[in-house]
């Protein structure tokens, strides 16, 4: 029973982090909402994903955390191809200059 109590302490104790990091997200989309009106859409949007209590139902949440997972990495490699020039940089070597002559003594 300790174990059981000191878990759910913990969850309890977290579970305000959690609710303030996910309030601020989604004011990131609409600004013009308060903490405790963003805080409940965001306790709103995670009732009925709260209640899945075996892991058949839990499975079935893991899809679209591996579509955001896919999401977020597509806009990244969209963001880093979309800034991308052919201005050299300080990364690599001067145009011209091989790799391993940059290096050599």
């Given at each position: 029973?300790?174990?059981?109590?000191?878990?759910?302490?913990?969850?309890?104790?977290?579970?305000?982090?959690?609710?303030?990091?996910?309030?601020?997200?989604?004011?990131?989309?609409?600004?013009?909402?308060?903490?405790?009106?963003?805080?409940?859409?965001?306790?709103?949007?995670?009732?009925?994903?709260?209640?899945?209590?075996?892991?058949?139902?839990?499975?079935?949440?893991?899809?679209?955390s591996?579509?955001?997972?896919?999401?977020?990495?597509?806009?990244?490699?969209?963001?880093?191809?979309?800034?991308?020039?052919?201005?050299?940089?300080?990364?690599?070597?001067?145009?011209?200059?091989?790799f391993?002559?940059?290096?050599?003594?």
């Amino acid at each position: 029973i300790f174990t059981k109590v000191a878990i759910l302490t913990n969850w309890g104790a977290l579970l305000p982090y959690f609710l303030i990091s996910l309030s601020e997200s989604i004011q990131l989309i609409d600004a013009s909402l308060c903490q405790w009106q963003s805080s409940l859409i965001g306790v709103a949007l995670l009732v009925l994903p709260c209640q899945a209590r075996t892991m058949h139902y839990i499975s079935f949440l893991a899809v679209p955390s591996t579509l955001a997972i896919l999401i977020s990495v597509a806009c990244a490699l969209a963001s880093l191809e979309r800034r991308a020039d052919d201005s050299p940089t300080t990364a690599g070597p001067a145009p011209g200059q091989s790799f391993l002559k940059m290096y050599s003594a």
